[in-house]
């Protein structure tokens, strides 16, 4: 296993130097907020916190105290203001404080992290020879680590902060001749990190600042493991912050082992549930009807020329699905863990551009793949496990967009009914009747499940409508459109 002859420091022996990781001074606009307006912010905006002396609330970026480069990036980028996880996580990150951020994908994790960290980085003796980086960033697969890494690079570059992006299936020797660069941050998946440590290529004496983003999902993929490993090799004074959309037992565990007194900040419930601002759709059907209903549905979706995210089970279905989209005039494109990474990233380059409107993928694209104008994700085959399923359809509606999803459901995921029947009723959502049948619910949790109370959008109540019922024929979209379908 990766990893198995690292030896764990024994810290009480080492002279660890001193490092500075307390950054932040709540400027005056924050503090003189009235007490009644900070808890109405708060509520407003679902985010509920655990821990002792929590800062107050960001409401606005000119609340940060970001360096100027940092500012003039964030305003380029057109953010108008932090999203309600940012709120919170920059004054907790800034205060050098361990915390826990539970929030949905696509809420601003990312930046609510990085730009913290950029502070801290700068804060710190400049990196010597053979010095490894003040900051670790932690991730399941490579997707997100790119998508992490293009973050770092809009904010860090502007600052003069390196990164190198380390993960499986690329080059081992150009991350190694990266590594040589001496980076202020590192982003790694668990596995090649591992590696590059029992080769001696790169250490973590120097990393301060530590981040474990999608906790959840790095459990749920086997990482335990090598989290751990990796983490015992980290002075155990660090800042700790860890990311996850959910709060199971095994990431509370990790929480317990590693971050000590940590804040925990939740936006929205911890509890699984969906973006509010998808409407989903679901279809119970046969096995055989699937190909029927897809073609039935992509000339409504593809006739505005949007992105379209196809999900699929298997690599070979996916590969055979990509395959039937081309024959019928679509412009598709496929992605699964068996495409060389070289292949993965040309065509996620290529969808990102706009090359292409449909993208069919496995699980692989289901977190990390951060386009912010997906219109809509189909699921062809539906996943194993409703945790999947809100982090497949949680492609679309990124940064407070709305979003459409579409799922082909079949008896083989009858076990799956009620608790989706739960998640769209939870967020508003019309639920197909054929669901009830399909899980066997009685009649009375039906009429339960369709009196529950629905969630409110702007003050008013969201009652999502039925899809429209499929054209009796398919119209080939006008030439304008970026895609060009026909009938099957």
Not at 64 to 87: E, H, K, Y
Not at 429 to 441: F, H, I, K, T, W
Request: aromatic share 6%.
């Amino acid at each position: 296993m990766a990893g198995a002859n690292l030896q764990k420091p024994i810290w009480e022996q080492i002279a660890l130097e001193t490092f500075q990781k307390n950054f932040y001074i709540e400027s005056p606009e924050v503090s003189s907020r009235p007490e009644a307006e900070v808890q109405e912010f708060m509520a407003a905006r679902g985010i509920t916190v655990q821990g002792q002396a929590v800062p107050r609330p960001l409401f606005t970026f000119s609340d940060c105290p970001f360096p100027d480069p940092i500012r003039a990036a964030l305003a380029q980028q057109g953010w108008q203001q932090p999203t309600p996880i940012q709120s919170m996580g920059f004054p907790l990150a800034l205060s050098g404080r361990n915390m826990v951020g539970i929030a949905q994908t696509g809420s601003g994790k990312t930046a609510a992290f990085l730009l913290p960290a950029l502070v801290h980085i700068a804060a710190q003796p400049p990196l010597r020879l053979q010095d490894g980086p003040i900051c670790l960033v932690l991730v399941p697969t490579r997707e997100l680590a790119q998508q992490v890494q293009e973050v770092a690079n809009t904010f860090g570059l502007v600052v003069g902060v390196r990164n190198v992006c380390v993960y499986g299936g690329a080059s081992k020797a150009n991350q190694i001749r990266d590594l040589d660069h001496r980076p202020a941050i590192v982003i790694a998946t668990p596995g090649r990190l591992l590696d590059l440590l029992e080769m001696g290529r790169t250490n973590l004496r120097r990393c301060t600042y530590l981040v474990l983003d999608e906790a959840d999902r790095m459990l749920d993929m086997g990482f335990e493991p090598q989290i751990r490993r990796i983490v015992d090799q980290v002075r155990p004074d660090r800042q700790t912050l860890m990311w996850s959309a959910t709060w199971p037992r095994e990431v509370q565990s990790l929480a317990r082992d590693y971050l000590g007194e940590f804040v925990k900040v939740t936006i929205g419930s911890q509890d699984l549930t969906a973006n509010p601002n998808i409407t989903q759709h679901v279809q119970v059907c046969q096995e055989w009807e699937k190909e029927h209903l897809l073609y039935r549905l992509l000339p409504q979706l593809c006739y505005t020329g949007a992105k379209i995210l196809i999900f699929a089970e298997t690599k070979r279905r996916v590969d055979e699905v990509d395959r039937q989209l081309r024959s019928q005039g679509y412009a598709s494109l496929a992605i699964h863990g068996d495409k060389q990474q070289s292949e993965r990233e040309r065509v996620l380059a290529q969808f990102k551009g706009g090359y292409a409107q449909l993208l069919v993928a496995t699980d692989v694209a289901s977190r990390g793949l951060d386009i912010d104008d997906i219109a809509a994700v189909v699921n062809v085959d539906f996943p194993a496990q409703i945790e999947d399923y809100i982090h497949r359809i949680g492609r679309t509606a990124r940064s407070h967009k709305t979003g459409t999803s579409y799922s082909f459901i079949t008896a083989k995921h009858a076990k799956l009914a009620r608790e989706l029947i739960d998640l769209m009723t939870a967020t508003g959502q019309e639920v197909n009747p054929r669901l009830y049948d399909l899980c066997g619910a009685s009649r009375d949790y039906a009429r339960s499940r369709a009196n529950a109370p629905r969630q409110h959008r702007g003050g008013q109540m969201h009652q999502p409508p039925l899809p429209p019922p499929p054209p009796r024929s398919i119209q080939r979209p006008p030439p304008t459109a970026s895609v060009l379908g026909r009938s099957p």
